[in-house]
Each structure stands twice: as C-alpha cells, then as structure tokens.
C-alpha cells in the first residue's frame, strides 16, 4: 500500500527557514515522480517537483531562489528546504507521488498529475 508521510513543518518567524520531509513507504521509490503542493486558504497550488535522481528541478515562481527541492533514494524521502519565508508561505504543505510508467495528459505542476497524497504538514510564518 503506497504512503506518503510529511513531517518537518512547524511556526517560524518571516525570514527563517525550515526543511519539510517526505517518506514514501510501500512501492519502490525511483518509480515515482515527486513533488510538492501548498494549500492556504485558497486552491492546492503547486511548490516545486523534482521526478526522479538527476531529473531537473521545477519550482513555482513565487518561491524560486528561496525553496530547494531534492530527492534521497536511499532513504526513500523527498525535501523541500525552505530560506527566507515569507508570511503568504503560509499554508498545509502536501507531498504527491505520480507513477511514472502510467502515462498521465496532465503537466507536472498539475495536482491531477498526481496519485498519492500524504495527509499534510501546517506551516505558519508570522510577520
């Protein structure tokens, strides 16, 4: 059974950063691509995504040059390391995971790409 677990999330300060984690428990881990999602109170948008070891990184434009993702097939984990957060970071960060020998019609930054979803980690950032 595929899981997704999200941890590392928490209140800071604007300014401060902070690493979220994501473990994927269940299936192999280099047959899926990753990435992240936030969702404040609006609609889940899309963070960044990284789809397998070496693949190039993509990232929303409001948080390019501030997160970095990254992937660590040995530990079966995804990061998203987060500088200079911002109060509108504000938001439920989710980890996905799309099988990526099932052909899908929509983009990567698309969170209809995606078939598996961790239950969510909170992080505030305070002004």
């Known amino acids: 059974q595929v899981r997704l677990t999200e941890s590392g999330g928490g209140l800071v300060q604007a300014g401060d950063s902070l690493k979220l984690a994501c473990t994927l428990s269940g299936v192999t881990f280099d047959d899926y691509a990753m990435g992240w999602f936030r969702q404040g109170s609006g609609k889940r948008e899309f963070v960044a995504s990284m789809s397998w070891e070496a693949d190039p990184e993509n990232y929303a434009d409001s948080v390019k040059g501030r997160f970095t993702v990254s992937r660590d097939g040995a530990k079966n984990a995804l990061y998203l390391h987060m500088d200079s957060l911002k109060p509108e970071d504000t938001a439920v960060y989710y980890c996905?995971?799309?099988?990526?020998?099932?052909?899908?019609?929509?983009?990567?930054?698309?969170?209809?790409?995606?078939?598996?979803w961790g239950q969510g980690t909170q992080v505030t950032v305070s002004s």
């Open positions: 996905a995971a799309h099988y990526r020998f099932r052909y899908s019609t929509y983009r990567r930054d698309d969170p209809r790409y995606f078939d598996y």
